[in-house]
């Protein structure tokens, strides 16, 4: 759907979406119960934790990543002070 | 032994920088884009602290007494104030759409219109405070509904403000179609958006289940 803090066009896809997921949850609240319709909608809620997590990795990256990068630094500076 | 050849770290910055050396940033994210994120996500924290705390007090403080007898909540007028929260996200994407295709007035009618809409739910909630016969002082239940719904009309307030000055910009004609010309717009609907996502969840979690 896009990352919706760099593109208004993803955020309204995401509120749509939250409406849609919402609407599920009220359904689910009429079906079964209330009690069903809160671990329901917590289980959403962390699936939508779990999205904000992955966006934030892949916009940050990883301290894999960084600790990659400066290996590479590291190795060119040492080329560098061997020449 | 010639090292300036290798340009490694910001040799080549710093030899025509004066002055403090610039703070570090990461070569992945933009710090304007890394600005919102923080921001965003600190909201998110906090409202992530409210819902916890009305989860708890819901299902493990008091399971079979929620909300407590002789509450009533209004829920026809909250879903209907929903329904005005909801449509004011359409308008705002409107609002960008129309700019985008060099519609100047779509752009005036579509933050207009946001705008008057964020206002009336506003108005909506305060009335419903007026009416709703129980304060903020009664128990745990009327603590941390005022809470949750006043933080977001905080919330509301703020996503006001920033419309109000995207509205005062459209119409002394400060926005393009181009992506750096409509910025203006563009990150008060992101928020707007936010803001109407909150709602959401605070509506379904403490008016329908």
């Known amino acids: 759907m896009g990352n919706p803090l760099t593109s208004e066009v993803a955020a309204f896809r995401w509120m749509v979406a939250v409406l849609v997921a919402a609407a599920s949850v009220a359904l689910v609240a009429k079906l079964f119960g209330s009690t069903a319709g809160i671990f329901y909608g917590m289980f959403l809620l962390l699936v939508l934790a779990g999205f904000i997590v992955k966006g934030m990795i892949y916009m940050l990256g990883s301290p894999d990543d960084d600790e990659e990068e400066d290996d590479v630094v590291t190795e060119l500076r040492n080329d560098d002070y061997n020449e | 032994m010639e ?34 994120l923080l921001f965003i996500l600190s909201e998110i924290m906090l409202f992530a602290a409210f819902f916890a705390a009305y989860f708890f007090l819901r299902v493990v403080a008091n399971p079979d007494s929620w909300p407590p007898e002789g509450v009533h909540l209004p829920v026809l007028i909250a879903f209907i104030n929903t329904v005005v929260l909801v449509s004011s996200s359409f308008t705002v994407h409107y609002a960008l759409e129309a700019i985008k295709h060099n519609n100047h007035r779509g752009l005036k009618l579509g933050l207009a219109l946001t705008w008057l809409l964020g206002a009336t739910f506003l108005f909506i909630q305060i009335n419903e405070y007026i009416h709703i016969g129980f304060s903020a002082r009664d128990g745990a239940f009327g603590s941390i509904f005022y809470s949750l719904t006043g933080l977001h009309g905080a919330h509301v307030f703020v996503g006001l403000l920033l419309l109000t000055f995207a509205n005062i910009r459209a119409w002394r004609g400060h926005f393009g179609p181009e992506q750096k010309n409509h910025l203006g717009v563009e990150v008060p609907g992101i928020y707007w958006h936010f803001v109407d996502i909150m709602w959401i969840i605070v509506f379904v979690a403490v008016y329908i289940v």
Do not use: F
């Not at chain 2, 290798?6 to 703070?23: K, L, S, T």
């Not at chain 2, 940033?25 to 884009?33: H, K, V």
């Open chain 2, 3 to 36: 090292s300036a050849s290798i340009p490694v770290g910001h040799g080549h910055a710093e030899d025509h920088h004066h002055g403090p050396p610039e703070a570090h940033q990461s070569a992945r994210i933009d710090r304007t884009i890394l600005g919102i």
